[in-house]
């Protein structure tokens, strides 16, 4: 494999996260890949994340924090301000990047130039399993697989540099927070930049009932509204107007019965 030097930039917000914030990054230091800088933002925390991130005796992260949480669109954007490199790579502050995880990214960018984004499939675990199960993903999504679900994993991508700032970056308003990912991801379509998904999982990513009550039915409802704004931007047919709703019934489910029924289905 070819070796490479390019720089990348990781930007991550950080949210209360103390319990989770220590293997997160230390997921990053152990990267094959060495020529990385990690922006830290802690968004307001109320616990010790913010003390925990001073900790990390490294020169590669640099670490800033918002005096009141002002939500993640806003303090990525922050990130992306501080960062040097060519390459943006998301990293969430309470999942795990796999070792390669940056070297397989960046090395893949750069030997397919059509390809914009590239992220990956993910291994979604909790605090008494490991390894619950890997979802899959599709390869070369469609713009109509972002209205039906969201094909990208956000926290396991790598963006170039220049597509984020052609797009102006996440959207900071109330109406995407909590879906600046669906928007990014439609914005960054409009303009005709493709998007890869690693079939290999290079990412894991914490799945348990808490994640499922962070979703609140609010934040579906962004979700849709992105979505139908996303269809007439897509130019896309009027059944998916109708499909943009899909996400907001799961929604309707109790968080208890979707946990259990996401864990039997995947057995």
């Known amino acids: 494999m070819t070796e490479y030097h390019d720089l990348i930039s990781i930007i991550m917000g ?38 925990i991130a001073q900790g990390f005796i490294d020169e590669r992260i640099v670490l800033i924090k918002n005096e009141h949480n002002k939500g993640l669109g806003y303090t990525l954007n922050k990130c992306i301000d501080l960062a040097k490199g060519s390459y943006i790579a998301r990293m ?11 070297r397989r990214e960046l090395t893949f960018l750069l030997e397919h130039p059509e390809f914009d984004v590239v992220s990956s499939s993910t291994i979604k675990f909790d605090d008494t399993c490991d390894n619950l199960y890997v979802k899959p993903v599709i390869e070369i999504p469609e713009p109509k697989d972002f209205i039906i679900g969201n094909p990208v994993v956000h926290p396991a991508c ?24 669906i928007d990014l991801w439609i914005r960054l379509l409009t303009k005709q930049y493709r998007v890869y998904n690693i079939s290999e999982p290079l990412h894991k990513i914490r799945f348990d ?7 609140k039915l609010k934040y579906r409802w962004r979700g849709t509204l ?32 979707r946990y259990r029924l996401h864990i039997l289905m995947k057995r």
Request: glycine share 4%.
């Open 209 to 215: 009932y808490k994640t499922l009550e962070r979703q």
């Open 14 to 51: 950080v949210y209360n996260a103390e319990d989770t914030l220590r293997p997160a990054i230390n997921s990053i230091i152990d990267q094959t890949y060495s020529n990385w800088e990690l922006i830290i933002c802690d968004d307001g925390s109320t616990d010790s994340s913010f003390q």
């Open 92 to 102: 969430d502050a309470d999942d795990i990047s796999m070792p390669d995880r940056l």
């Open 158 to 181: 790598m963006v170039r540099r220049e597509c984020l700032d052609a797009v102006g970056g996440y959207n900071e308003s109330e109406e995407t927070l909590r879906v600046e990912d």
């Open 226 to 257: 992105v979505r139908l704004r996303g269809c007439k931007k897509l130019n896309l047919p009027f059944k998916y107007y109708i499909l943009s709703f899909r996400t907001f019934l799961i929604g309707l489910i109790p968080p208890h019965l």
